[in-house]
């Protein structure tokens, strides 16, 4: 795990990554909220510690910044300010949480597990939303699909479907299992309604769409991730 560690005063500072470096992390250190934004932004951080109190930008400021370039890294703020207000400024500025100094290490350790195990959970949560076969993606909650990173436009309809097949990838399916996923009971099993609409996607994803969608004459329609 990467932790990038802002604090000016060197005697914390030494303390934080030499504890942090013992428990396994791999720490690195600021000393301002400058260096931050003018060296170490662009860098992959899992979680950044944060002191308050720091030389010309604060670290309120600091996290503002950070979120407003759309950084969302967890962060943890530590410092000596300990009333209800200034841990309501720091949250409201973009941290994830506050720890009033002086702490023990056991806690701060309690609060990079926690907080770890918060962006893993929404990492995963937000993955399982996502279907990818190569150039192929599907956001099912954005209910968007992207070939080759260029959104397609479909119907709410061709999404459906293409969702249905996807989400059944490398199982033939029949026109009746596809029409009554995705149109429900109530059409009569005689329509070439499927056909039209497979007729569609493979319409829109183009060459691609002989890739994915494949016919399975007398049975129905696969999904191919290959």
């Known amino acids: 795990m990467q932790i990038l560690v802002v604090e000016d005063d060197k005697r914390i ?4 990554v030499k504890g942090l470096n013992e428990n396994g992390y791999s720490t690195s250190l600021c000393e301002s909220a400058e260096e931050v934004l003018e060296q170490y932004i662009n ?6 510690i944060i002191d308050v109190m720091l030389p010309k930008m604060d670290g309120f400021h600091l996290v503002q910044t950070l979120r407003f370039k759309k950084k969302f890294t967890p962060i943890l703020m530590l410092s000596a300010l300990s009333s209800v ?3 309501v400024s720091a949250l409201d500025f973009g941290a994830d949480d506050y720890l009033t100094k002086p702490f023990h290490f056991d806690e701060l350790l309690s609060r990079i597990k926690a907080l770890t195990r918060r962006q893993q959970f929404n990492n ?26 260029i959104e397609i436009e479909l119907s709410p309809r061709e999404f459906k479907l293409l969702h249905y097949l996807a989400e059944n990838a490398e199982k033939t399916v029949s026109r009746i299992q596809i029409l009554n996923a995705v149109w429900g009971i109530n059409y009569s099993s005689h329509t070439n309604v499927v056909d039209v609409y497979i007729y569609y996607l493979r319409n829109k994803l183009g060459t691609e769409a ?13 999904f191919s991730a290959d």
Do not use: C, H, M, P
């Not at 860098?43 to 950044?48: A, K, M, S, V």
């Not at 190569?134 to 992207?146: D, P, T, W």
């Open 43 to 48: 860098l992959q951080w899992d979680l950044i």
């Open 210 to 222: 002989q890739k994915f969608i494949k016919t399975r004459k007398g049975v129905g329609y696969l």
């Open 124 to 149: 995963e949560a937000e993955n399982s939303q996502i279907l990818q076969f190569g150039s192929l993606k599907i956001n099912i909650e954005q209910y968007k699909v992207f070939l080759e990173d």
């Open 85 to 87: 207000q200034d841990k």
């Open 13 to 16: 500072s030494e303390f934080l």
